[in-house]
């Protein structure tokens, strides 16, 4: 019997966000194994004990994103670790969109700010300012360029707290085709959806956002899933992994563009795909077999 640990976050006093967790943590128990969900950082685990840990939603490690990195690095040296540590660290520092690009991957343009940087912003297009190191839209917001001075002091606030802040115009595709996320799993196409703008015009960077607002299915285009492919073959190293899901928005040709590539926790929205929750067991059941 198989143990295997789904790595989440502490949320305290309150309910788990991850809807999906229970779900995948029976289904993993129903098939077999021993399956637990346990916070990545509860210093009483022993996770030599698992055969496998599949980081699942540990949604706050962007605020401590060295010491998760290091803690996928520790754990990945005594089991196995999805996806593998080398990827938790490149992934959770959206520089690697530079990586990408260099690798012919047409994404979103990217611009790097760091602290002590001097502050160059766009003045003919909207555009958004947000962390290196973040989820769930944290510290980011969208600006046009009559609104520099608010953007001057997001990227002020930023610096302040050791932030380097990434620069993108905003993608005015999304307003109208939205932003997809196509979700792979065990090396295969699992489902994709499609859901609204996250930034809407005049809300702050430090105002709660809805993450996913109207999440629906969606079927995916060819040219999404040529993008996509691109994408995963430029993950440096070729890791095998067990899981990715590549957010795709539409640039000004009406072509799609990588807006991000979450190989670290992704919502797997297994609410909306119920019938991808047997494909997600299988690959679990396979790379814990390994």
């Known amino acids: 019997m198989p143990r ?13 966000r991850d809807r999906d967790l229970p779900v995948l943590e029976r289904a993993l128990t129903d098939a077999g194994a021993e399956a637990a969900a ?7 685990v022993d996770w030599a004990g698992f055969d496998l840990v599949v980081i699942r939603s540990t949604w706050d490690y962007s605020w401590r994103a060295e010491e998760f990195a290091a803690w996928a690095e520790r754990v990945g040296k005594v089991t196995r670790v999805a996806n593998p540590a080398e990827v938790v ?48 839209a944290r510290f980011a917001a969208r600006y046009t360029p009559g609104e520099r001075e608010t953007a001057v002091r997001q ?66 285009t060819p040219g999404e899933l040529a993008v996509t492919e691109r994408a995963l073959e430029a993950v440096p190293g070729t890791p095998d992994l067990l899981y990715a899901r590549v957010d795709l928005v539409d640039g000004d040709d009406g072509e799609p563009r990588l807006m991000e590539l979450e190989l670290v926790e992704p919502n797997l929205f ?21």
């Not at 295997?4 to 788990?16: K, R, S, V």
């Not at 490149?90 to 990408?100: A, E, H, Q």
């Open 155 to 220: 990227l002020a606030r930023m610096h302040e707290e050791g932030l380097t802040a990434m620069v993108q115009p905003y993608m005015a595709g999304i307003d109208v085709a939205g932003e997809r996320a196509l979700q792979f799993f065990g090396g295969r196409l699992l489902h994709a959806s499609r859901k609204r703008a996250v930034l809407s015009p005049g809300t702050a960077y430090d105002a709660d956002k809805v993450a996913h607002p109207d999440l629906e299915p969606w079927t995916p």
């Open 270 to 290: 297994l609410f909306l795909h119920p019938g991808s929750l047997e494909g997600v067991v299988e690959a679990v059941l396979a790379a814990a077999s390994r």
């Open 89 to 136: 660290r490149w992934n959770t520092d959206k520089r690697y969109l530079g990586d990408l690009t260099a690798a012919g991957v047409p994404v979103v343009p990217t611009r790097y700010l760091a602290p002590g940087d001097a502050v160059e912003l766009p003045d003919g297009h909207e555009f958004v300012v947000k962390p290196t190191f973040g989820a769930g």
């Open 4 to 16: 295997i640990a789904l790595a989440t976050y502490d949320p305290g006093a309150e309910p788990n």
């Open 38 to 44: 346990v916070a990545w950082d509860d210093i009483d």
